[in-house]
């Protein structure tokens, strides 16, 4: 065993990476490879097909980047590389990425996905990318309308969280694409689970791939730390205030079942002086990327978010996930608490858990394959806040059942959230514009 390890790669160097890509690699803070990576890059530069199944925050963008620039690097094309992604956010965040490993190398990218104007995209294809990253309904939208794009120097293909593209309705979208982009292409499918679809996507688009399997079926990393709370399903917004006050100045994602309970729960978490921000698939582009870009800057340290932001968001800094909802399909639990504790830091995940819910929450443990410990919570001492929490919940739902009553209200002056998110989209005027060059 240690001879093993003597012989194992420690640099992207070892790995074959190119030297200017080791030092975008170093300038974005990556001084060793993941196990993906270690395991995927080898046969992606000998350029072979590529099947990854790996932890969500395992660092798979970069087991797909740096091949793909690399083989840019030796021989520039525009309309090399294409990347689907399942979520707008997702698709945007993998753009910064090959954009900051490729800004030595002048890559450009352009981003299609929904909730942006199609003429502003079309006119970011115009300028011929290197790499396209899109969501498979606003791909196609652009190979049937934008007249002079098309596919035909593609490369590679990339479908990254592909489990998750398939089980979104994407299948047809999908089949559609693979109709009209070249065959001889190198094609990387990336994972966290393997499910039947996913195994049929496999056989339809992948030429003898390797198969790199870089975490068990299901489950957490080590460094995660996780905690359950029983509770009674009156008391649950109070549940949630205490831990959010024990755990004051963590950085929190909380996540819900619905878009609706996003907006309750931040108008009453705001009610009560904390800095809490929604974000869920009801919100406009800008008013999501907005509200994600403040919560990384660290303006709000609380996004209480929809499973939209379950899958592949790199924030960093994420210190503490609480599922206020427990999620009926216990693999999303898995992407919910893999926000936090990513790239070998430590984290921690808390589940609310009332009576309804109890069924859902034995699914999660027998899927992790352990038991979790009880949240050390004394009631007497939750229900302390119940009357203001209590007051600020009634103030909270007033105001949603007036907003749409109250419109030139609501125009002239505009919820606090969404106030805030304007002012910072203005005063990040960077930020704002290159959203609108994409």
Request: aromatic fraction near 6%.
């Amino acid at each position: 065993m240690a001879e093993e390890e003597v012989g194992e790669p420690k640099t992207f160097a070892d790995l074959g990476v190119c030297k200017e890509l080791v030092e975008a690699c170093e300038s974005l803070g990556w001084k060793t490879p993941s196990k993906i990576q270690v395991e995927s890059i080898p046969y992606a530069l000998q350029g072979r097909d590529v099947i990854g199944l790996a932890q969500t925050g395992s660092g798979k963008t970069g087991a797909f980047a740096l091949p793909i620039l690399q083989a840019l690097l030796a021989k520039p094309e525009a309309l090399f590389a294409c990347v689907l992604s399942p979520t707008r956010e997702l698709a945007i965040q993998i753009a910064e990425q090959f954009e900051a490993l490729g800004s030595g190398i002048g890559v450009k990218c352009s981003v299609l996905v929904g909730g942006v104007d199609m003429m502003q995209q079309a006119t970011s294809l115009g300028k011929r990318p290197h790499i396209v990253v899109a969501t498979p309904g606003r791909l196609l939208d652009h190979l049937s309308n934008t007249k002079g794009f098309s596919f035909r120097t593609l490369k590679y293909l990339v479908l990254d969280e592909a489990d998750r593209l398939l089980n979104m309705d994407f299948e047809k979208a999908i089949d559609d694409i693979l109709k009209v982009i070249p065959k001889e292409r190198r094609t990387y499918l990336f994972s966290a689970t393997m499910t039947k679809k996913v195994g049929k996507l496999q056989r339809a688009c992948l030429r003898n791939p390797v198969k790199i399997e870089a975490a068990s079926k299901y489950s957490t990393v080590d460094t995660l730390k996780q905690q359950f709370c029983l509770v009674p399903a009156k008391y649950k917004d109070c549940y949630l205030v205490y831990i959010l006050t024990e755990m004051s100045g963590s950085t929190t994602m909380v996540f819900t079942r619905t878009c609706e309970a996003t907006r309750l729960l931040s108008l009453i978490l705001r009610n009560l002086g904390l800095k809490a921000i929604p974000i869920s698939g009801q919100m406009s582009q800008a008013k999501r990327l907005g509200a994600l870009n403040m919560f990384k800057a660290g303006e709000c340290n609380i996004l209480i978010c929809t499973d939209v932001a379950s899958r592949g968001l790199d924030i960093p800094s994420v210190d503490l996930v609480i599922n206020y909802d427990i999620p009926t399909n216990s693999k999303d639990y898995i992407h919910r608490v893999g926000r936090t504790a990513r790239a070998g830091r430590s984290g921690f995940a808390v589940s609310i858990v009332n009576q309804y819910e109890v069924e859902w929450y034995l699914q999660i443990e027998q899927l992790i394959g352990k038991k979790l410990p009880e949240y050390p919570a004394e009631e007497a001492q939750v229900l302390i806040l119940f009357e203001r929490v209590s007051e600020a919940k009634r103030i909270s739902q007033m105001k949603i059942k007036e907003g749409p009553r109250n419109k030139k209200r609501r125009n002239a002056e505009a919820d606090d959230e969404d106030a805030e998110v304007y002012a910072f989209n203005r005063k990040n005027t960077k930020t704002s514009k290159k959203f609108k060059r994409r």
